[in-house]
C-alpha cells in the first residue's frame, strides 16, 4: 500500500482532517481499511468531521454498507456472548472477559465501529476442560486446522480456538495473557486478584483492571506477530486512555514491567499510540520505559520505523519489505537481548531472505531454459550410436 492512502486512513482514524492527494487509489484505501477491521470507525470519524465528502460517492457508500452490516453482525455477537457466559456461569466457571468483547458495548459505545474477529475470554487453568465441555455442549467445536488441540493444551496460552459450525464466531479460552514460551514473568494469579466486576452483554462477569487492560493490549499488540495488523489494539489503547476517568497507577505498570522484563513491550505500543492517536501517555512515562527496554538508539528507530508500518497489514505488499518481514524485523529486535545477539540475528535472517530471494530467480529461470524448444541432437561421437 501506498503512503498516501496509508497516512489517509491513520488521519481518518485519528481525527484529524485528512487531505488527499491527486492521484489517490481510493480501490486500496478500502482494501486496507477493511482487512485491517477499521473501515466502520473510519467511516464514522469521517462522517463525524463532514470528510466523506473527500471521498468518491462509490468509496463512501462502501464504507456506510460495512458500517451497517458491522452494526448488525456486532449486536448478535454480542448476544450470543451473553449467552456463552449465562452457561459458564452455570457451570460455576468464573470468566473473565478479555479485549474486544470487553470494550465494544462500554468503551467504543458505538456497537459498528469495534470489530470483534473472535471473543477471548479468561478462565482458571483448572477450569480450561470444564469450559470447552460447556462450549462443545453449546455447538462449538475445536479449530485445529493451524495446530492441534494438544499443541494448544501444552505450548500455549490458551485452547485451541472453537469455532461454531452456524456461523464465523470464534471464542478463544485463555489461562493466561501470553504464551509460557514468549519468556515474560507474568503470574495469571495477578490478574484474577485485581480483576473488576462489570456487565458485559446483559450479564455479570469479570474484566480486566485498567491497568491489566493496558498490558495486556500492550502484550498482544508487541509479542504475538510483533505489530503485523495490530492497528486495532493500539486503537483500544489510545481511546482507553483518552476516555477513561481512571487514575492511573503508571508506577505500577513501571515497577512490574521491569521485574517481569517486558518494559520494551510496554513502551512501543504506547509511543504508537500516542504519537498516531494522540494517547495522553505522560512523557515521564515514556522516558522511563524507553530507558528499561535496554535498546539501542538505532535499534530503537529501526523497531519504531518497521512497527509503525506493519500496524496496516496488506497481503498485496511487495515481497522484499511486505508486513510480515518488518513484524519480523521487530520480533528479532525485540525479543533478542543485547546489541550483538540482535545484529546477528538480524543480519542470518537477512542473508536467508537473500537466499530464498536468489534461488526462487534462479528456479524461475531453470524453468523457464527447459520450457525451451530442445536442440538437435549432436551426432554420435567416433562413430558409435547413441
Known amino acids: 500500500m501506498r503512503q498516501p492512502e496509508r497516512r489517509f486512513l491513520l488521519d481518518c482514524l485519528a481525527g484529524r482532517a485528512p487531505r488527499p492527494v491527486a492521484g489517490m487509489?481510493?480501490?486500496?484505501?478500502?482494501?486496507?481499511?477493511?482487512?485491517?477491521?477499521?473501515?466502520?470507525?473510519?467511516?464514522?470519524?469521517?462522517r463525524d468531521s463532514g470528510g466523506l465528502a473527500l471521498l468518491p460517492s462509490y468509496a463512501a457508500e462502501k464504507l456506510h454498507k460495512n458500517y451497517?452490516?458491522?452494526?448488525?453482525?456486532?449486536?448478535?455477537?454480542?448476544?450470543?456472548?451473553?449467552?456463552?457466559?449465562?452457561?459458564?456461569?452455570?457451570?460455576?466457571?468464573?470468566?473473565?472477559?478479555?479485549?474486544?468483547?470487553?470494550?465494544?458495548?462500554s468503551l467504543w459505545r458505538n456497537p459498528a465501529?469495534?470489530?470483534?474477529?473472535?471473543?477471548?475470554?479468561?478462565?482458571r487453568r483448572s477450569q480450561l476442560e470444564a469450559a470447552g465441555s460447556v462450549l462443545r455442549?453449546?455447538?462449538?467445536?475445536?479449530?485445529?486446522?493451524?495446530?492441534?488441540?494438544?499443541?494448544?493444551r501444552l505450548s500455549h496460552h490458551h485452547q485451541a480456538p472453537m469455532v461454531h459450525p452456524g456461523h464465523n464466531l470464534i471464542v478463544e479460552i485463555h489461562w493466561n495473557i501470553v504464551a509460557p514460551h514468549d519468556g515474560l514473568c507474568l503470574s495469571p494469579d495477578r490478574l484474577w486478584d485485581r480483576a473488576v466486576e462489570a456487565r458485559i452483554a446483559g450479564r455479570d462477569a469479570l474484566t480486566l483492571s485498567m491497568e491489566d487492560h493496558i498490558l495486556h493490549l500492550c502484550l498482544h499488540a508487541a509479542c504475538d506477530d510483533p505489530f503485523h495488523g495490530k492497528i486495532v489494539s493500539v486503537l483500544?489503547?489510545?481511546?482507553?486512555?483518552?476516555?477513561?476517568?481512571?487514575?492511573?497507577?503508571?508506577?505500577?505498570?513501571?515497577?512490574?514491567?521491569?521485574a517481569g522484563g517486558y518494559s520494551r513491550f510496554l513502551y512501543y505500543p504506547l509511543y504508537l499510540a500516542a504519537r498516531l492517536?494522540?494517547?495522553?501517555?505522560?512523557?515521564?512515562?515514556?522516558?522511563?520505559?524507553?530507558?528499561?527496554?535496554?535498546?539501542?538508539?538505532?535499534?530503537?528507530?529501526?523497531?519504531?520505523?518497521?512497527?509503525?508500518?506493519?500496524?496496516?497489514?496488506?497481503?498485496?505488499?511487495?515481497?522484499?519489505?511486505?508486513?510480515?518481514?518488518?513484524?519480523?524485523?521487530?520480533?528479532?529486535?525485540?525479543?533478542?537481548?543485547?546489541?550483538?545477539?540482535?545484529?546477528?540475528a538480524l543480519c542470518g535472517e537477512g542473508c536467508r531472505t537473500l537466499g530464498q530471494a536468489v534461488a526462487k530467480r534462479w528456479h524461475a529461470r531453470s524453468a523457464r531454459s527447459s520450457r525451451r524448444a530442445p536442440h538437435s541432437n549432436p551426432a554420435p561421437k567416433d562413430g558409435h550410436s547413441s
Open 25 to 46: 487509489d481510493w480501490s486500496s484505501f478500502l482494501d486496507c481499511a477493511l482487512e485491517n477491521g477499521v473501515a466502520a470507525l473510519a467511516y464514522e470519524r469521517l
Open 68 to 105: 451497517v452490516s458491522k452494526g448488525f453482525r456486532n449486536i448478535g455477537c454480542m448476544e450470543e456472548l451473553g449467552e456463552i457466559l449465562a452457561a459458564l456461569r452455570a457451570a460455576n466457571i468464573e470468566t473473565i472477559v478479555l479485549k474486544g468483547a470487553a470494550f465494544a458495548g
Open 113 to 123: 465501529v469495534r470489530t470483534m474477529r473472535d471473543f477471548d475470554l479468561m478462565v
Open 137 to 152: 455442549g453449546m455447538g462449538f467445536m475445536p479449530d485445529e486446522r493451524r495446530a492441534s488441540e494438544d499443541f494448544y
Open 236 to 258: 483500544d489503547i489510545a481511546e482507553l486512555l483518552r476516555a477513561s476517568q481512571h487514575d492511573w497507577d503508571w508506577n505500577l505498570l513501571l515497577r512490574e514491567a521491569e
Open 277 to 344: 492517536f494522540r494517547a495522553p501517555v505522560p512523557a515521564g512515562v515514556l522516558r522511563s520505559l524507553r530507558r528499561a527496554s535496554r535498546m539501542g538508539a538505532a535499534e530503537d528507530r529501526l523497531v519504531k520505523a518497521c512497527a509503525e508500518k506493519s500496524l496496516l497489514a496488506m497481503v498485496q505488499d511487495g515481497p522484499v519489505m511486505a508486513d510480515w518481514r518488518l513484524s519480523l524485523a521487530c520480533e528479532i529486535m525485540l525479543f533478542n537481548d543485547g546489541t550483538l545477539p540482535r545484529f546477528a
